[in-house]
C-alpha cells in the first residue's frame, strides 16, 4: 500500500513539474473583430496568382497585450485541383500558414492562425491572403479562367487584446494621453490638467499651450480631445500637472524643488530653463513646470514638437519654427502627414486605403493634383499593370505603370475641386479618404513557372497633395477654427475672475483649436481674462462668457436670429456666433454665449466633436441638451453645393419666353419696321 502511494505521490510530482518546465501557451485573447465591421465585405480573388490585401489599423494610444487569432472563412471553386491549391496568410511580410484548397473546404472553409503580435509597437497589420489556384496538371494554364476563384468572406474574424499604453517616455506622450476609440476594449479617464498655482495667469496660459497639445494628440488619434481640470493632483487618474515654481506633492522621480530652482539627480535646472518630466507611475503623470514664468512657456511649447525618449529633458528655449509644415504652403506629403512608404507583393491586385485631413479654411481652387510616386518591379507586364486612384469615393482615373527603371515614377491625377470643397447639405469637407488600388501582371510566355513575389509595388512617402486654393469664408462656423487664424496667435478671452469651470471651457476650446488645426506649425493660443487682454484687441478672438459678467460682450453685436425649426419648452443653453470685429476692420470674432460654465462647456463641445461640428451651418448656432447637445443653425449655409451634383437643364434662349410674348415681339419689330420705312419712302419724295 506504501508503494503505491509512493507511485502515486510520484507521478503527481512529475507531472506538476513538466507543468512548470513546459508552461501552456499563452491563448490569445481579447475582442473578437468582424472583418465586415471593420471595413473588408465579402472579397473575390481571380486567376492562378491572387492577393487579398487587408490593413488594420492600430489606434493611438493601445498596444496588443498578447498574441492574436486570425480566422479566415472561406468558399472557393468546387473545381480546382486540392494537390495544387493554396491559400497562405502572411503577416507583415512573415509567412505564417497555408491550406490546401480541398472539396472538403469548398463550401464554409476555415482556417485558424495565430498571430504572433504581443508587444508590438507598430501603426497596424497588413496581412496577405495569397492564393495560387489550379484547374489542371497542364503546364499551360488558363490564366484567366472563371473558374479560378476563392471567396474570403466578410464574417472573417480578427481577435486582438488591444491595451492602453500605461508607461513609456516624453517621446510617447500621444499614446500615453490620446483619447482612445469607442471600441476599444476599455475606457482611458482623461487628463486632469492641474494648475498649480490655479488663479496665477502664467499658469492658465500655459495649461492652454498644453490644451492645444493634447488637441494635437487627439488628431493623432482621430478623436475628439476630452480633458478636466483641477487645482489638486488626482489620484489614479492620468494628470498633466502645470506648475509654476513649488513642485506639488507627489513622486516625481528625481526631479525636486530646492526653494530656487528645480533639481534632476541633484544638479540645478537654471531657472531660464522649462523641465518636463514624466512621472514613474501609472496611469501616467506629467509635469510642465518654470521657475519663471518665461521657463514655463518654454516648457508648455515644447509638447507641441517631437520629444526625445527620455522622462526628464529640460527646455532651453522656445522651440524653432518647422521648416517644412504640412499644408503651409498649400502642398503635402505624405511623409509630412505621417505616412510611411506603402508597399505591396504578390500579382494582382491590391489595394491601399489612407485617409487625411485637409485645412477647412480652404476653398480649393481649379488646378489640385494627387502625385503618387511608385516604384514597381521591372518584371511586370506594363500593358496590363496598373494604378487607380479614389478620393471621397470618387474615381479620378486609372494610368499604366512605367516599369523602365526602378526608380520612382511620377503619376498625376487632377482633383475635381468641386466635389472636394463641400457636400450637397454645405457642409464644408475636412477629409480626403484616399483608395489607391494597383493591379500587378507578371508576364506567362511559354507556360513557364513565375515567382509572383517579383511583382512590388512601393508607394513612396514623397507623394503628395497639392491644393491651390483661396481662404473659405472665415464666418462660418462649420470651418472652425478658420476664424482663429492669422498671423498672431489666437486669443481665448474668459471673463475676469474666472471660475474654475470658466477656465475648463477655456482649455477645451484650446484643446478643439489644437485638433482642428491642419497647418503643422499653428501657434498655441493664448487663454486670458478680459483684463489681461487690456485695450489690444486686436487679431483673432474668441470671447467666452454672458453679456452681464464679461465687458468685451457688451461691445459686440450679437445677430440673435431666430432657428429655422425649434421645440417649445427647450431652453437654450448656449449660442456660438461668429460677429464682425469691432476693434479691427476685417476680422471676425467667435463668440460663445452662455449663463454659466457648463452652457460654455456644451458650446465648446460643438466644436470639438466631428459629430456635431459637420452640423454646424453659416456664422450662428444655438445649442440645447435635453440630455443629447443639439445644434440649430440660425443662418443658412454659406459654401455653395457642388455644381456638379446640383445640375441644371440647359433651355434654349426662345423657349426661355412665352409663346405670346415672343409673337408679339416679332409683330412689335415689323411695326416699328414698317413705320421706319414709311418715314423713308416720305423722306426721299420730298427731296
Avoid at 500621444?174 to 494648475?195: C, D, E, K, Q
Avoid at 503623470?285 to 509638447?303: D, E, K, M, N, S
Avoid at 481652387?365 to 511608385?374: A, C, E, K, P, S
Wanted: aromatic share 6%; with cysteine; glycine share 8%.
Amino acid at each position: 500500500m506504501v508503494a503505491k502511494n509512493m507511485i502515486r505521490l510520484s507521478l503527481v510530482l512529475f507531472l506538476l513539474a513538466q507543468l512548470l518546465v513546459f508552461p501552456r501557451p499563452t491563448a490569445a485573447q481579447g475582442t473578437v473583430l468582424r472583418f465586415a465591421d471593420l471595413g473588408y465585405g465579402d472579397r473575390t480573388a481571380f486567376g492562378i496568382d491572387a492577393v487579398l490585401d487587408y490593413y488594420f489599423p492600430i489606434p493611438t494610444g493601445l498596444r496588443p497585450l498578447s498574441d492574436g487569432r486570425l480566422t479566415l472563412r472561406f468558399t472557393h471553386s468546387p473545381l480546382l485541383r486540392a494537390d495544387r491549391s493554396t491559400l497562405s496568410v502572411v503577416l507583415n511580410g512573415r509567412a505564417l500558414s497555408s491550406v490546401r484548397l480541398t472539396p472538403d473546404n469548398a463550401d464554409g472553409g476555415e482556417l485558424s492562425v495565430e498571430l504572433p503580435i504581443a508587444g508590438f509597437d507598430g501603426p497596424g497589420l497588413f496581412i496577405q491572403v495569397r492564393l495560387h489556384m489550379r484547374l489542371t496538371d497542364d503546364e499551360c494554364e488558363e490564366v484567366q479562367n472563371s473558374a479560378l476563384w476563392t471567396v474570403v468572406h466578410g464574417d472573417s474574424t480578427l481577435q486582438i487584446d488591444l491595451q492602453p499604453v500605461e508607461s513609456g517616455t516624453l517621446a510617447d506622450l500621444a499614446a500615453l494621453f490620446a483619447p482612445l476609440p469607442l471600441s476599444a476594449p476599455t475606457v482611458r479617464s482623461p487628463p486632469t490638467i492641474v494648475l498649480s498655482p490655479l488663479n496665477e495667469a502664467a499658469t492658465r496660459i500655459a495649461a492652454g499651450r498644453v490644451a492645444f497639445a493634447i488637441g494635437r494628440w487627439a488628431a493623432l488619434a482621430r478623436q475628439a480631445p476630452v480633458l478636466t481640470v483641477a487645482d489638486a493632483i488626482p489620484g489614479q487618474l492620468p494628470s498633466i500637472v502645470v506648475a509654476l515654481g513649488t513642485l506639488p506633492a507627489g513622486d516625481w522621480g528625481s526631479v525636486r524643488w530646492n526653494g530656487r530652482m528645480y533639481e534632476v539627480d541633484g544638479q540645478e535646472v537654471p531657472a531660464e530653463h522649462g523641465l518636463l518630466a514624466l512621472a514613474p507611475t501609472s496611469p501616467p503623470r506629467l509635469l510642465v513646470a518654470g521657475a519663471t514664468p518665461t521657463a514655463l512657456q518654454q516648457a508648455a511649447l515644447a509638447l507641441t514638437r517631437p520629444l526625445p525618449a527620455m522622462s526628464v529633458v529640460a527646455v532651453a528655449q522656445p522651440p524653432p519654427q518647422v521648416g517644412a509644415a504640412a499644408w503651409r504652403d498649400g502642398a503635402a506629403s505624405f511623409a509630412q502627414l505621417g505616412v510611411e512608404r506603402r508597399k505591396v507583393t504578390g500579382a494582382g491586385e491590391h489595394q491601399i486605403d489612407i485617409a487625411f485631413e485637409r485645412p477647412a479654411h480652404w476653398d480649393l481652387r481649379v488646378g489640385g493634383t494627387l502625385d503618387l510616386h511608385i516604384t514597381a518591379a521591372a518584371g511586370l507586364t506594363a500593358q496590363t499593370s496598373w494604378v487607380t486612384a479614389i478620393v471621397n469615393g470618387i474615381t479620378l482615373g486609372s494610368q499604366r505603370l512605367r516599369i523602365e527603371t526602378n526608380s520612382p515614377e511620377s503619376y498625376r491625377f487632377a482633383l475635381p475641386a468641386d466635389l472636394l470643397n463641400s457636400d450637397l447639405e454645405g457642409t464644408p469637407i475636412r477629409r480626403l479618404d484616399l483608395q489607391i488600388r494597383l493591379y500587378l501582371d507578371l508576364p506567362n510566355i511559354g507556360c513557364e513557372e513565375v515567382d509572383t513575389s517579383a511583382a512590388w509595388a512601393v508607394v513612396e512617402p514623397t507623394s503628395a497633395w497639392r491644393l491651390p486654393s483661396d481662404p473659405a469664408a472665415a464666418h462660418d462656423l462649420g470651418r472652425f477654427p478658420a476664424t482663429l487664424l492669422a498671423d498672431r496667435e489666437a486669443r481665448l478671452v474668459l471673463p475676469d475672475q474666472p471660475t474654475l469651470g470658466d477656465v475648463h471651457a477655456g482649455l477645451e476650446l484650446a484643446a478643439a483649436v489644437g485638433r482642428w488645426a491642419a497647418i503643422g506649425d499653428m501657434r498655441p493660443p493664448l487663454l486670458l481674462t478680459a483684463n489681461e487682454v487690456g485695450d489690444d484687441r486686436r487679431g483673432p478672438l474668441a470671447v467666452l462668457g454672458h453679456r452681464e459678467r464679461h465687458p468685451l460682450m457688451a461691445m459686440i453685436n450679437d445677430p440673435n436670429e431666430m432657428p429655422f425649426v425649434y421645440r417649445p419648452g427647450r431652453t437654450r443653453a448656449a449660442t456660438l456666433s461668429i460677429v464682425p470685429s469691432p476693434w479691427q476692420a476685417g476680422m471676425n470674432v467667435l463668440v460663445i454665449d452662455a449663463t454659466d460654465s457648463d452652457g460654455l462647456r456644451l458650446g465648446v463641445q460643438a466644436l470639438r466633436e466631428r459629430e456635431l461640428l459637420q452640423v454646424l451651418r453659416g456664422n450662428q448656432a444655438q445649442l440645447a441638451a435635453d440630455p443629447d447637445p443639439v445644434v440649430l443653425s440660425l443662418s443658412s449655409p454659406l459654401a455653395a453645393p457642388p455644381q456638379t451634383l446640383t445640375p441644371r437643364v440647359e433651355v434654349v434662349l426662345l423657349e426661355r419666353f412665352p409663346a405670346w410674348q415672343v409673337v408679339g415681339a416679332i409683330l412689335l419689330i415689323a411695326l416699328v419696321a414698317t413705320a421706319i420705312l414709311v418715314i423713308r419712302i416720305r423722306w426721299l419724295r420730298r427731296r
